[in-house]
């Protein structure tokens, strides 16, 4: 029941004092006594999906401001109640007018651990980054966009690990679809097309020096050479078939050329990918995932 003697108003014009400051009741740091369940360490407590405007730098040495979605996190060790959240945001606020990359990210993780009193610290940036793609034939050019992060991890024993992640879209044609439709119209002259679909290959590398993400994209052309297109007249769509015709691939062979792409790269000390081919033939997709191999790496 409501108590009589409280007031149902707000003043514009309170002020808060120092004394009233330090009146105020402070849980998160209260004794261990207060806390709930097993008095246990916590990997990662913190904040999701707080977003900014943040520049990125471009091969060209121009800059770039995407709307980008944060996530920091730092360790909380047993014995403590929780963090002060607010810093999360507060400290990353403090370099929002910085040129974000991955190596960049670790001034952040060293300035969570020494304001949140913690040993180990975690942050991914999530953008969508644009890049014109020419069309196949016809001189028109588009946006194409990715589906991008970046994200750094400064570990209890001090080390700092940067990783990049990406989508990237691509047409897969079957190759055991096109020679059945080849052998339908051979043997019986029947018209037939095999099937491809829209394809998506999701990359997690680590990184030795950092990349632009424009690398990474490069990488995805060069193993799988059918990615999606934005301009297309009928030139460019023939253009289009006849690339799925010469570049058939099952969803282990993408996973595959993505692999053999990646690993000549020494900028980039491990990676993980995963390949998923969305079947218009099946109600399923086709899925295969393989990672370098580095011994306790990524997995």
Known sequence: MISTTLKRYYDPTFTVSEDYKDSLPDLQNGPASLIEGANVP?????????KLPLKYPRPDGELITLETSVEGYVGLEAGKKGINMSRIIRRFYD???????????????????EQLDS???????????????????????????????IEG???????????????????????????LSEHARDKRG??????????????????DESIFVEDLVDHCRQALMTETQVM????????????????????EDAARLLYEELNRDK?????????????????????????????????
Do not use: W
């Open 153 to 179: 991890v400064l570990s209890a024993d001090g080390e700092f690990h940067k990783f990049m992640h990406l989508d990237f879209e691509y047409s897969s044609a079957c190759p055991c679809s096109y020679e």
């Open 95 to 113: 370099f929002r007018d910085e040129v974000f990359h991955p190596d960049m990210l670790r001034d952040i993780l060293e300035t969570y651990i």
């Open 190 to 207: 029947v018209a037939s097309i095999p099937h491809s679909q829209r394809s998506v290959a999701s990359l997690t590398v680590e990184l």
């Open 119 to 149: 040993n180990a610290a975690y942050l991914k940036l999530s953008f969508n980054y644009p890049i014109l793609q020419e069309s196949l034939r016809s001189d028109l050019e588009g946006y194409q966009y990715y589906e991008t992060a």
């Open 232 to 251: 297309v007249k009928r030139e460019d769509e023939q253009a289009f078939a006849e690339m799925n015709g010469a570049f058939q691939k099952f969803v």
């Open 42 to 50: 916590i990997q990662q407590v913190g904040i999701s999906d707080f």
């Open 267 to 299: 900028n980039i000390l491990d990676f993980v990918i995963r390949c998923a081919h969305m079947e218009s033939l099946h109600s399923h997709d086709a899925v295969s995932r393989i990672c370098k191999g580095v011994p306790n790496g990524l997995r």
